[in-house]
């Protein structure tokens, strides 16, 4: 389910390792959400969370390097897409969390998933061609 396909690489090997990373990062809450021998998800769900919000910045930070080091025109719309990212992990209410363990945490795995693949496949591949 969230595996770093080939159509993903961008062909630029930071930036592609990066990805990886997130990509095992979002597998890795998969496979809590499916563990049914952990009853009490809160702790590892907050954990993802911070691991996302941490590594995502981190990624974020080097990918806009990189595309300010290229010259990369639309940069601004990245960083923005990045801003939106980041501004769902931030306002996750860990009430809710602790409420609502598996309703979060799928949400978060459907966020997820669906923006690595969009933002991947629709914004960063154009880094790759520097259109």
């Known amino acids: 389910m969230f595996e770093m396909k080939e159509e993903y690489y961008l062909g630029i090997?930071?930036?592609?390792?990066?990805h990886k990373e997130l990509f095992r990062i979002a597998r890795?809450?998969?496979d809590i959400f499916k563990d049914e021998f952990i009853p009490d998800k809160f702790d590892h769900?907050?954990?993802?969370?911070?691991?996302?919000?941490?590594?995502a910045e981190f990624h974020f930070a080097?990918?806009?390097?990189?595309?300010?080091k290229i010259g990369y025109k639309r940069l601004f719309s990245q960083i923005i897409d990045h801003e939106?990212?980041?501004?769902k992990f931030n306002s996750i209410d860990l009430e809710q969390v602790d409420k609502k363990?598996?309703?979060?945490?799928?949400?978060?795995?459907t966020f997820v998933g669906n923006?690595?693949?969009?933002?991947?496949?629709?914004?960063?591949k154009l880094i790759g061609k520097n259109e």
């Open 62 to 68: 080097n990918e806009e390097a990189y595309m300010k």
């Open 13 to 18: 090997k930071q930036i592609d390792e990066e």
């Open 84 to 87: 939106q990212f980041m501004e």
């Open 45 to 55: 769900i907050v954990e993802i969370i911070n691991e996302l919000k941490d590594y």
């Open 115 to 124: 923006w690595l693949a969009e933002h991947i496949l629709v914004k960063d």
């Open 28 to 30: 890795s809450a998969y």
């Open 101 to 109: 363990q598996t309703e979060v945490l799928l949400d978060i795995l």
